[in-house]
């Protein structure tokens, strides 16, 4: 299991080299939250607040761009099992896109998710691998930064759930990305966003990302 998760984030690092590496990448570093909510068919509803590191490799090529985001996350769950547990969620997501013009840009990817549940004894833990396709909506705003809404819908590919039975739904997501820059280059973000996955039951997800690209 393990070396299929590595094999999975070190694939989908090479597949976006070829993209990112024609000229500079930018490297963005930052501070990640969520608030997740589950609501399983038939179990017992449960909710989480999680918190770490997101990092971000972005490299724009004229129209094109390629996007690979990495976070890892920690914190506790309640009333799962009717207990607390501790709980760690982290993911691999690469995003490819064109830009259609100053306003619109179109992408797809691929991705691969850990969501894992310890309490006591009990351990369960979710693996997705998933394809998001979006919409993205945004513009600059001169010297000062940019802004841009995304429109995503996940689709899901494969899940494993162990103990338990396996996904088969997928999941959409509304995100607010502001940037600001200043020393020239530098940019400091700031991204809230809202994912509902729909499977065996309902996971709705508040998030929000800070942070720098350099």
């Known amino acids: 299991?393990?070396?299929?998760?590595?094999?999975?984030?070190?694939?989908?690092?090479?597949?976006?080299?070829?993209?990112?590496?024609?000229a500079d990448i930018e490297v963005g570093l930052g501070y990640q939250y969520q608030q997740l909510e589950y609501s399983p068919v038939g179990g017992l509803e449960a909710s989480s607040g999680l918190h770490g590191l997101t990092l971000r490799f972005r490299e724009p090529i004229d129209e094109?761009?390629?996007?690979?985001?990495?976070?890892?996350?920690?914190?506790?769950?309640?009333?799962?099992?009717s207990a607390s547990g501790d709980e760690t969620d982290w993911a691999a997501e690469y995003r490819f896109g064109r830009s259609l013009n100053?306003?619109?840009?179109?992408?797809?990817?691929?991705?691969?998710?850990?969501?894992?549940?310890?309490?006591g004894g009990?351990?369960?833990?979710?693996?997705?691998?998933?394809?998001?396709?979006?919409l993205g909506v945004g513009h600059p705003m001169g010297g000062m930064g940019s802004w841009r809404l995304g429109l995503e819908y996940g689709l899901l590919w494969e899940s494993d759930i162990e103990p338990g039975t396996d996904d088969d739904?997928?999941?959409w997501q509304l995100e607010f990305e502001f940037q600001w820059t200043f020393a020239g280059r530098n940019t400091v973000f700031a991204a809230p966003y809202v994912r509902q996955w729909s499977d065996t039951g309902d996971t709705t997800t508040f998030g929000l990302a800070l942070g720098m690209v350099f």
């Open 64 to 81: 094109w761009y390629g996007d690979l985001k990495l976070f890892y996350l920690t914190g506790s769950a309640d009333d799962v099992v």
């Open 122 to 134: 009990f351990e369960r833990e979710r693996t997705y691998i998933y394809s998001p396709v979006g």
């Open 169 to 171: 739904g997928d999941y």
């Open 102 to 119: 100053h306003w619109f840009s179109l992408y797809t990817g691929v991705a691969y998710r850990d969501w894992t549940t310890e309490d």
């Open 1 to 22: 299991m393990l070396g299929r998760r590595i094999g999975w984030v070190l694939g989908l690092a090479l597949w976006g080299l070829p993209v990112l590496a024609w």
